[in-house]
């Protein structure tokens, strides 16, 4: 058996990043809040990774520096007002907010997300 080595920036270490978040999620869905979880893509092309219940979307993005072009399927869910929070999880070092999407380091959302902070 070979080892893979997945290295930040590559394909590969992407795809594994938002397995390694689509777990986290779908174990507390079905441990916790028994909420469905599922993604969201408009007529026009957008992709959002993830919705949680009916009122978080969730972006996943493998780099360090966010930026405006990587949430622009976020912009567009939120123009729906249907939802009330709109994450972009990465590998920034800090939480930051703008134009309407809260970036957060991984870690710092996958704590925030078993405590419960998520739910409704």
Request: proline share 3%; hydrophobic share 35%.
């Amino acid at each position: 058996m070979q080892d893979r080595e997945f290295r930040i920036g590559t394909p590969e270490f992407g795809e594994a990043f938002e397995t390694y978040l689509m777990h986290e999620l779908r174990c507390y869905s079905d441990y916790l809040s028994g909420e469905p979880l599922n993604y969201w893509r408009s007529t026009s092309g957008f992709e959002v990774d993830f919705i949680l219940g009916e009122h978080t979307a969730i972006e996943v993005k493998a780099k360090k520096n966010i930026s405006p072009y990587d949430i622009k399927s976020l912009k567009a869910i939120a123009e729906e007002g249907k939802l009330k929070r709109f994450i972009c999880v990465s590998l920034e070092k800090h939480a930051r907010k703008f134009e309407g999407v809260t970036v957060m380091p991984y870690k710092e959302f996958l704590d925030a997300l078993w405590a419960g902070e998520y739910s409704n």
